[in-house]
């Protein structure tokens, strides 16, 4: 079909609700912390969240959205423990 597959996802930066059209993927990856949003002349880029907080450390204004990666929690008695699906597999 050609159409890009996405979303639009909403952020707020300076009180102003902003969007960007994602992939299924990038966005999975926004929700999870491994991305953050910065702001890049008049519009927004996505980066790893390891250089949104090199960026922070330099100009905080410039970084809108950045979450550090939650510890995932695991289950002692979790049978597939050793076995970790990757965060980028598509179904």
Do not use: H
Not at 24 to 51: D, F, H, M, W
Request: aromatic letters at 10%.
């Amino acid at each position: 079909s050609g159409g890009f597959d996405g979303w639009f996802t909403n952020f707020t930066d300076d009180n102003s609700v902003q969007r960007i059209y994602v992939t299924e993927l990038l966005r999975n990856q926004l929700v999870r912390g491994y991305l953050g949003i910065v702001k890049s002349g008049t519009g927004y880029c996505l980066v790893p969240t390891a250089v949104a907080e090199k960026i922070r450390q330099r100009d905080p204004a410039s970084v809108i959205v950045s979450e550090a990666v939650a510890p995932s929690v695991t289950d002692e008695d979790d049978p597939y423990a050793d076995f970790q699906v990757p965060d980028d597999l598509m179904w």
